[in-house]
Nanobody, 124 residues
């Protein structure tokens, strides 16, 4: 059974940094693309970043490019989202997702496995 457990969210001030982590079990982690998505109240789930199984292929949304960085440590079965210069509009529930393909895309429907989410709240 695939399990994804996110951690690292919290309440921070604008301009701060946070690191989200997602640890996976029940899948061949190094062969699984991972994604980060977020959902704010009343809005649709939004793509944030994706990273291929090897970590050599990454993509970030335009909204976070230059501020957020996705990375992974396959030995630790963990994917990270380093968030810098946080803005109030980054406030959302952040989800980690896994695909059984080595490279995945930006659509939530591409990912069959999801974590429960970790809340990030940025105050102005």
């Amino acid at each position: 059974q695939v399990q994804l457990v996110e951690s690292g969210g919290g309440l921070v001030e604008a301009g701060s940094s946070l690191r989200l982590s997602c640890t996976a079990s029940g899948l061949t982690f190094s062969r699984s693309a991972m994604g980060w998505f977020r959902q704010a109240p009343g809005k649709e789930r939004e793509f944030v970043a994706t990273i291929s199984g090897s970590g050599g292929n990454v993509r970030h949304s335009d909204a976070v490019k230059g501020r957020f960085t996705v990375s992974r440590d396959n030995a630790k079965r963990t994917v990270y989202l380093d968030m810098a210069d946080l803005k109030p509009e980054d406030t959302a529930l952040y989800y980690c997702a896994a695909d059984l393909s080595i490279i995945s895309g930006t659509s939530p429907g591409t990912y069959p496995y999801w974590g429960q989410g970790t809340q990030v709240t940025v105050s102005s």
